[in-house]
Structure formats: C-alpha cells, structure tokens
C-alpha cells in the first residue's frame, strides 16, 4: 500500500455501516471505473485483517514463522485468525449502537480475564472498538 494513502474506509463514520467502493480512479490518465468492487470474500476483511492474511499467506499458513514475521504471541494469532475466519463465514458484523461499546468492552476484558485473550491483543480489539475508557 502507498503509504502516502490513507486506509480504505470500511465503515461510515455516520451511521457506522459498512462502506462499499463504487468508484475507481487512475490518477495517470484519469480513467473512472463505477460499479460494486471488494464484494468477494475477502471484500468483508479491514485493512487490519487483509494486512494480517496477506502475511498468514506470505508464511504459508505456519503460525510460528508468523509468530516470528509479527512478533505476535501464539494465542493472539490464534485470535485474529478466527476472527478472520468468523468473518469469511458470516460477513462484517451488524453495525452496532453506539451504546453497546461498553458492552463491548465487558466482552472483551472478560476474555481477557478468562485467559481467551493476551493483553495486546485486548488493547487492539478496544482500540478498534473506539473505546479509550
């Protein structure tokens, strides 16, 4: 990615529903494409979880040369592939009220606390939620 670029929004910071790309453009000649584009499996994925299959990719699916690539604990790439996989099965979330963040939050100190999560890992997961409590 150029890292001149900013993400690709996923979500509307409106109404937080999910964000479709409907218009491709080339800054070289000035060419528009308009249409429906990311609908394929993948399409479901953030920029955070694309980044995290491309290097599960890159490593050939072995956690432990992932292990090494990210400096991720095991557990937590354990995590972030379910989530991963829970995503290409079911699709993006439901948007979510803006009153569940603190329910939100209990689920995830919760696992925390049950041992489902490290502690990077539930910073992440808080941090994405946009709950900085």
Request: charged share 20%; aromatic share 4%.
């Amino acid at each position: 990615m150029n890292p001149s670029l900013n993400p690709p929004l996923t979500v509307c910071p409106s109404c937080s529903g999910p964000l479709i790309v409907t218009r491709l453009h080339c800054e070289g000649c000035g060419v528009q494409v308009e249409g429906r584009f990311g609908s394929g499996p993948l399409g479901a994925l953030g920029p955070q979880q694309l980044a995290f299959v491309a290097a599960f990719v890159r490593c050939e699916g072995k956690l432990n040369h992932l292990e090494a690539e990210l400096g991720l604990s095991y557990p937590t790439l354990r995590s972030r592939l379910q989530e991963v996989v829970r995503m290409l099965r079911s699709g993006p979330p439901p948007p979510t009220a803006p009153t569940s963040s603190s329910a939100r939050r209990r689920e995830i100190l919760a696992a925390l606390e049950a041992g489902d999560l490290d502690a990077e890992e539930a910073i992440r997961l808080l941090e994405d939620s946009g709950d900085h409590e």
